[in-house]
């Protein structure tokens, strides 16, 4: 395949807040900073949040009648990079994106016809928003669910802000984005288009 620096790519953001549309959203707000850092890289894509949507719980790539997740997985294996955003929660990355995560290990189970996962090949990437401590902590586990389910992450394939321990600030209240997480999101985006292009020209091997 003939890949170039200017072949186009395609990206999905999910977004995890908790909160459905119209709710401001920190997660959707570094979401969409990271998928206009990414056009710059000639990466078009959307955002989708997942609260707007039915995604029933299960392990299984499609969980019946009113499901949203099978158009939604459709959207992720039709992009070549993946960004999951999440907001923590308890030290956590929020339920929802645990549920997204949850209905991504369906994918174990889903080959080519050389053995290998439909999300080999596709990078993935992650956004994190908080008002404590807990980003190094919430991107290590997407770092692991995301890879164990076949997608392949860049060098810093994090951005991620948090605001002062037992404050109420959230990154959508400041007034400008801090120097450090621009330039984060740019790495990310910046890394993460360049592996999918070199993966698109690449495959993995054969799966036994």
Known sequence: MDITENTPLRA?????????????????LLAEQTMAALSEHGVTGKTIRIADHDVKPGVKTDMGAGDAWPEIRDTVLGCDILILSTPIWLGH??????????????ELGETDD??????????AGVCVVGNEDGA????ADLF????????TLAPNAVTYWVGEAMHR????DLDKTPEKTAATTETL???SAHLARRLKAASYPPSS
């Open 12 to 28: 999905v953001a999910l977004v995890c807040t908790l909160s459905p549309s119209p709710s401001p959203s920190s997660s959707q």
């Open 93 to 106: 990355p929020s339920s929802v994106c645990q549920r997204v995560l949850e209905r991504l290990d369906a």
């Open 114 to 123: 050389e053995g290998r996962m439909l999300t080999y090949g596709k990078v």
């Open 136 to 139: 190094h902590k919430v991107s």
């Open 144 to 151: 692991q669910g995301l890879n164990d389910v076949g997608f």
């Open 169 to 172: 600030t959230d990154y959508q």
């Open 189 to 191: 985006a910046a890394n």
